[in-house]
Nanobody, 119 residues
Framework: QVQLVESGGGLVQPGGSLRLSCAASGSIFSFIAMGWYRQAPGKERELVATITSGGREMYADSVKGRFTISSDNAKNTVYLQMNSLKPEDTAVYYC?????????????WGQGTQVTVSS
């Protein structure tokens, strides 16, 4: 069973920074991709950033140039560095890991961590 544990959320002022961490229970090499999604109140969950097992990164337009996703394979951990935070970045952030099992995509999710950007 895969477990993803997020940490690093909190309250920050506009313009500030936070770094989210997602620790996986097993080797992240077993995943074809890992990423971060977020869900604000009353809105659908949306993609923030992903990184493939080959190191290719992808970002939502709303966070390009401000957020950076990275991985530490030795620690089985994926990070999301968030800079120049805006109030509209306020949401619950979820870690995602994707694996292909017998040709079927299987997604795993963390419990979420709250990020609040407010003065």
């Amino acid at each position: 069973q895969v477990q993803l544990v997020e940490s690093g959320g909190g309250l920050v002022q506009p313009g500030g920074s936070l770094r989210l961490s997602c620790a996986a229970s097993g080797s992240i090499f077993s995943f074809i991709a890992m990423g971060w999604y977020r869900q604000a109140p009353g809105k659908e969950r949306e993609l923030v950033a992903t990184i493939t097992s080959g190191g290719r990164e992808m970002y939502a337009d709303s966070v390009k140039g401000r957020f950076t996703i990275s991985s530490d394979n030795a620690k089985n951990t994926v990070y999301l560095q968030m800079n120049s935070l805006k109030p509209e970045d306020t949401a619950v952030y979820y870690c995602n890991a994707r694996r292909v099992i017998f040709g079927t995509i299987r997604d795993y999710w963390g419990q979420g961590t709250q990020v609040t950007v407010s003065s």
